[in-house]
């Protein structure tokens, strides 16, 4: 059995929650972080002194953070060919567009835009910076659409990894109030997405508890 620490509107969270439920695991998780709490508690630090979600552990195995790490972790355990190929070249190649999604895109999201555009109060958005994000992260998904118009899904043809990691921030991208770039290509590979099942359970989530009003 699985069991994962973290508030489902996490989007951290919500990638491994994704992944858990495209493999079918059998999991508990518990909400923690934000209005949660318990994630400074010495129980929980001893798990990831670093205090952030999620946190994983399979069975009595020892805690995973980092959901880069409890992703492989995961489909290197549980998963097959092709959501995560067993020879090594293959592999590389869904990685090498997981660590991309990952540093270029989920993180230049979350942050720059997300925060700036729900986490922070009308008065105090900094509209500016919020555009001049929004052209930067355009620039990172240029290179998304060219791999979609040639493919399916983000590494190839098949579903992988590589989508999880990436595609956990479009529900939130697409949804928010800014203006996008246009990219059709990454718009149909999103709405393929809002197909599966497990997306739509554990990514299509409400954010407005984290949304910040005045």
């Not at 991309?100 to 700036?116: E, G, H, L």
């Not at 998904?141 to 579903?159: C, N, W």
Request: some cysteine.
């Amino acid at each position: 059995m699985l069991t994962i620490w973290g508030r489902k509107t996490s989007s951290n969270v919500q990638a491994v929650m994704w992944c858990i439920g495209e493999l079918g695991l059998a999991h508990m998780r518990h909400d923690v972080g934000h209005r949660y709490g318990g994630n400074d508690t010495p129980e929980f630090l001893a798990m990831n002194p670093n205090g952030l979600v999620p946190v994983l552990k399979d069975g009595d195995g020892e805690p995973l953070w980092e959901t880069g790490a409890i992703l492989r972790y995961l489909a290197s355990r549980y998963g097959s060919a092709p959501f995560w190929p067993s020879d090594l070249p293959s592999r590389a190649q869904v990685d090498k567009w997981a660590e991309w999604a990952k540093i270029n895109v989920a993180i230049n999201f979350s942050v720059p835009i997300f925060w700036r555009v729900v986490r922070t109060a009308p008065r105090d958005r900094d509209e500016v910076a919020i555009r001049n994000a929004v052209e930067a992260l355009g620039r990172m998904l240029d290179i998304a659409e060219a791999q979609l118009r040639a493919h399916a899904f983000l590494a190839g043809d098949d579903f992988t990894l590589a989508d999880i990691q990436f595609g956990h921030i479009l529900y939130r991208y697409f949804d928010i109030a800014i203006d996008r770039p246009e990219h059709p290509a990454l718009r149909s590979y999103y709405e393929r997405l809002t197909e599966r099942p497990a997306f739509r359970e554990h990514v299509m989530v409400s954010y407005e508890d984290l949304r910040v009003l005045d």
